[in-house]
């Protein structure tokens, strides 16, 4: 098959399966704008950057604080199709790991909405935890099947399906994605695709846009699926070309599609980028159904009294991103107030793991705060910080006691390394309770060979 698309590129392209994997991350600009700034920048995400080799990121206390993401970069080229100059409700519907709705959340305005989905509920505990350590102040994380969106038909104006597909593109960086691999996964892969395809285009809104994208080079996974979605919808999809500069070597397909519309797809092949395999296509939904979401009962989500208000705003800055809070139950959240409506509705028919900042949980008159208030950037500027070395901050995402000057405050502190959060402690005086949550610990020892490559010891 790939000999039949490629042609004489065909044996670079076997070369590039058999050659080392480039390593790349994506720089959080909310906290890691200062990090590798000598490194080469993917071409076509300025948040991106190539390292020169891979380092440690186990035993890298920012990178357990969101400072910065590993994406591999062919991955970030969908946003480059998105106009994020406008305030945007996006729907990632298979957002696990949570790549793209990282970069998505760095991208888009202060008043814009990110629901970031995940239907497998082992796989929607890491995208959490990712969102909540990149401190995606704006996203809502549910997990549920695509189907379960329905009563949102025609409210997102960007809609991304990064679906699960037979992994092709992947094969050069997981032994795994080639052990698996069968023409019967592919089979399976495609009709899996194509139902959340027709559920996808009803949730997106008029003139809105579909994102479609996998990591296979499979026909069956990715031009069958677009010329059936132009066979069954073709009436009110438009295509949209990406904007692409010549240097960054994506492999242009047409997509002879129904109504004489010609649809672009994009391939991104080892050995034309640097980068794994990925295929990539953009339509525009002229048209789509004008639902409106209900909220049958109001009081799902709802405003703290003044005394829950004065707990919560002890902890927090509002300023810092205009929110308001608001209490799911009894978890305090800080939200943006444009979007009370919808984040009621959202709970009503879906189930919510996070929504907008998780300020933490009211029990008794106090407020138990929540990690993800710390890495935010959210948290009130008067709770004292107190700055870790490297071991101590390796000590602390590993849920090690700490010694704290004498003269640190008692109660709540932000433990912080190189002036970014980690999460919270509570000063006791004769001890230190660690708030880092024990699923995210670090499990590995640093090597000796870590070790003295960072400390000389």
Known sequence: MMQDRLGNEFDAFVAALNSPTPTSIRINPAKG????????????????????????????????????????????????AIDFSKDLKVLDLCAAPGGKSSLVQSLMSRNSILVSNEMVGKRVNILYENLVKWGAHNAVVTCNRSSDFLPFQGVFDV???????????????????????????????????????????????????????????????????????YQ??????????????????????????????????????PHRVKGEGLFLSVMRVKASVKGKFSVKNQSVIRKPNNKEKEIIEAFSDRAVYGTESFLHGDKAFLGNPVYAELYAALAQNLYLRKIGTTAGQLKNNQLIPDPELALSGEANKNIPRVALNLLQALDFQQRKNIILPPETPKGWVIFTFEGIALGWAKNLGNRVNTHYPSEWRIRKEPTKEFLESKLGF
């Open 232 to 269: 069954k919808y073709g009436d009110i999809l438009e295509p949209v070309d990406l904007p692409l500069q010549p240097g960054w070597g994506i492999y242009e397909v047409e997509i002879k599609a129904s109504k004489g519309k010609v649809q672009k797809g994009y391939y991104c092949f």
């Open 159 to 229: 809609v991304l399906v990064d679906a699960p597909c037979s992994g092709e593109g992947m094969f050069r960086k997981d032994e795994e994605a080639v052990n698996q691999w069968g023409e019967g996964l592919v089979r399976q892969c495609s009709a899996i695709q194509k139902t959340i395809l027709d559920d996808a285009i009803r949730l997106v809104a008029e003139n809105g846009l579909l994102v479609y994208s996998t990591c296979t080079f499979e026909e069956a996974e990715n031009e069958d699926n677009i010329k059936q979605l």
């Open 33 to 80: 704008t200062h990090l590798f700034a000598d490194e080469e920048v993917v071409p076509w995400c300025r948040y991106g950057r190539y390292l020169k080799e891979r380092p440690s990121f186990v035993w890298d206390p920012l990178y357990h604080a969101g400072a910065y993401y590993s994406q591999e970069a062919s991955s970030m080229l969908f946003a480059n």
